[in-house]
């Protein structure tokens, strides 16, 4: 620095001048430096701090999804159990019906058969009678 100071001085106030804008110059470049690298510093902590953020985010959310699942899982286990207690009392309830059915058929046709022995007895006693 005395070798660039020393020439300068040498003109006197002018040179005076030129030292002190070089100096300022030289001081505003430390400054804007230190302003950088507090700058600089203080981004990388907020990212640093972001990505601590959204770690605990996506943690969070992927054990809200998991939970998720699992209960969407449990929902589904229920109602295939569900369904399938529903199933089997609709089947036994229509075995029941079919037997029911089954047992009024024979009834009817018991009834019929009855009926139609009773009604040829009934001819043969007035074909009787009439002869």
């Given at each position: 620095?005395?070798?660039l100071?020393?020439?300068?001085?040498?003109?006197?106030?002018?040179?005076?001048?030129?030292?002190?804008?070089?100096?300022?110059?030289?001081?505003?470049?430390?400054?804007?430096?230190?302003?950088?690298?507090?700058?600089?510093?203080?981004?990388?902590?907020?990212?640093?701090?972001?990505?601590?953020?959204?770690?605990?985010?996506?943690?969070?959310?992927?054990?809200?999804?998991?939970?998720?699942?699992?209960?969407?899982?449990?929902?589904?286990?229920?109602?295939?159990e569900?369904?399938?207690?529903?199933?089997?009392?609709?089947?036994?309830?229509?075995?029941?019906?079919?037997?029911q059915?089954?047992?009024?058929?024979?009834?009817?046709?018991?009834?019929?058969?009855?009926d139609?022995?009773?009604?040829?007895?009934?001819?043969?006693?007035r074909?009787?009678?009439?002869?």
């Amino acid at each position: 620095m005395e070798l660039l100071f020393d020439p300068l001085m040498q003109y006197g106030a002018l040179g005076l001048f030129c030292i002190f804008l070089i100096t300022q110059y030289i001081i505003q470049n430390r400054k804007i430096d230190s302003q950088n690298n507090k700058f600089f510093e203080a981004l990388e902590k907020l990212r640093s701090s972001h990505l601590e953020r959204e770690e605990a985010l996506r943690a969070e959310y992927l054990a809200q999804n998991n939970l998720l699942r699992s209960e969407n899982e449990n929902i589904k286990q229920n109602h295939a159990e569900i369904f399938s207690q529903f199933r089997q009392h609709v089947i036994n309830a229509h075995g029941h019906q079919k037997e029911q059915m089954t047992k009024l058929r024979t009834a009817i046709h018991t009834v019929i058969d009855e009926d139609r022995k009773w009604r040829q007895a009934e001819l043969l006693r007035r074909a009787k009678q009439g002869e």
